[in-house]
């Protein structure tokens, strides 16, 4: 059983912020050296971009819903194809579940589990994401399945909403994908992520970054390109205006 993890200290918290910097430069570094190629589209969204209802079992009113943010929702999908996997959708879901940090970029990430086993992913599950910034990312496990689990933010993290990690065989290749519903979680989030732009960039390095090291993990290569849809939806749909 990992210990249970309160706010982060001070000095610990010192140490996040003097981390954004150097985050946002290696992010820059990764998006500039790539060599596996993104592709990129934005659309306008609707009411069907919306994250579906959580179980009630595992609300105890501290998930921040993307209804409780502020600015448009931002309806994401990640995915990319990977050709020759030795290892299977389900082994490599439950190994990341267990252990996101395998997968994730220390620089830009890390997961502390404050609540809930170690080695075993189950709903209602929590971590903090410790990110380079002057913010640290609770979220709780709403959802696990064989090939998949999903993530609710809550109280205090940059985001509202929701964010699911999958994979899936299609025609002999493996799919790995992370669909997230978020916007950003208060008045300065919105800032940063859409009129500055640093922290929706970062947090899609991070993604892209993470989709890659998991199809290495799955022993096969990356067919093609890391696509990315994102269907924006203004904040009127989420409030019924």
Do not use: C
Not at 79 to 107: H, K, M, S, W
Not at 131 to 148: F, Y
């Amino acid at each position: 059983m990992s210990p249970l993890t309160g706010p982060a200290s001070l000095p610990h918290r010192a140490l996040i912020v003097l981390r954004w910097p150097g985050g946002i430069v290696r992010s820059a570094w990764d998006y500039a050296t790539r060599s596996t190629p993104v592709h990129r589209t934005e659309t306008e969204g609707d009411r069907s971009d919306l994250p579906g209802p959580l179980d009630p079992a595992v609300d105890d009113g501290r998930i921040q819903a993307a209804g409780a943010g502020v600015g448009p929702l931002l309806h994401r999908l990640y995915a990319v194809t990977v050709d020759g996997a030795t290892t299977g959708p389900a082994e490599l879901i439950t190994a990341f579940g267990q252990r996101p940090n395998r997968a994730t970029p220390a620089y830009t990430a890390t997961f502390v589990k404050t609540r809930g086993p170690e080695d075993v992913l189950t709903p209602g599950d929590e971590f903090v994401v410790r990110m380079p910034g002057p913010w640290d990312g609770p979220v709780r496990v709403v959802d696990v399945s064989p090939t998949s689990f999903r993530l609710a933010t809550l109280d205090g993290h940059l985001e509202a909403g929701q964010i699911e990690f999958r994979a899936y065989d299609e025609g002999g290749a493996l799919v790995v994908e992370i669909e997230s519903h978020a916007r950003p979680g208060d008045a300065l989030s919105h800032v940063l992520y859409n009129l500055v732009g640093v922290a929706k960039e970062v947090q899609l390095n991070l993604w892209v970054e993470t989709l890659l090291q998991l199809a290495r993990r799955s022993g096969g290569s990356v067919s093609g390109a890391v696509r990315i849809t994102t269907r924006r939806v203004p904040s009127a749909v989420l409030t019924g205006g």
